[in-house]
């Protein structure tokens, strides 16, 4: 059975500081990470990708990838009130049985307070 | 360019009722994933249509089926509910299956 595992959380942290969320998968051929983000009552929204070993930034966000770790994070710099929602962090295996399958994990709920 | 579309976004049926929820993809995606989210089990993957082919499928019994149009819209249907259908059913639709996947805004279904 293939896991993805997130840190439980719930993650409260103060407003402008950093907020970081980790996640480990099981299987090694994975190639393909996510970080999704699901407000309370919507549906989850993609806010970074990464494919490769190191780290990819997007404005406050920065992914990092260590396959031999098996390990995926996302920061989020100068952490905003309108930040808190669940993370879902998500990853898609090599192959054929990885057509349009991600798994994820159960997902880490981030509240900034003021 | 719009979003992934699911209708209808609300539903409550009873327990051996049948549902059909439908997801109109983003212009130009040919693939459509659906899942199923839950307080419990979280994201979980039902089945993957690419070109109106079954091309991947989850661990679900077969109550749970699927299919593509040609249009690339999909729909799942769900036969003989059960209390433990009750949740929110997503979509997601993607180039080719291959790479990252943007969802609809869901179908909430409750099963009474």
């Known amino acids: 059975q293939k896991e993805v595992e997130q840190n439980s959380g719930p993650l409260s942290v103060p407003e402008g500081a950093i907020a970081s969320l980790n996640c480990t998968y099981s299987?090694?051929?994975?190639?393909?990470f996510f970080w999704y983000r699901q407000y309370s009552g919507k549906s989850p929204e993609l806010i970074m990708s990464?494919?490769?070993?190191g780290d990819k930034e997007d404005g406050r966000f920065t992914a990092q990838l260590n396959k031999a770790s098996q390990y995926v994070s996302l920061l989020i710099r100068d952490s905003q009130p309108s930040d808190s929602a669940t993370y879902l962090c998500?990853?898609?295996?090599?192959?054929?049985?990885?057509?349009?399958?991600?798994?994820f994990g159960q997902g880490t709920i981030l509240t900034v307070h003021p | 360019k719009a979003g992934v579309t699911q209708t209808p976004r609300y539903l409550i049926k009873t327990r051996g009722q049948q549902v059909t929820l439908s997801c109109s993809p983003i212009?130009?995606?040919?693939?459509v994933s659906w899942y199923q989210q839950t307080p419990g089990q979280g994201l979980q993957f039902l089945f993957e249509?690419?070109?109106?082919?079954?091309?991947n499928k989850g661990n679900f019994p077969g109550r749970f089926s699927g299919r593509q149009f040609s249009n690339s819209r999909s729909e799942m249907n769900v036969s003989t509910l059960e209390l433990g259908d009750s949740a929110l059913y997503l979509c997601?639709?993607?180039?080719?299956?291959?790479?990252?996947?943007?969802f609809g805004p869901g179908t909430r279904l409750t099963v009474l």
């Open positions: 990464i494919y490769s070993n």
């Open positions: 998500a990853v898609r295996d090599a192959g054929g049985t990885s057509y349009g399958k991600l798994t």
């Open positions: 299987d090694r051929g994975s190639q393909s």
């Open positions: 249509y690419f070109s109106e082919t079954q091309r």
């Open positions: 212009s130009g995606h040919r693939s």
């Open positions: 997601a639709s993607s180039w080719g299956g291959e790479i990252q996947e943007f």
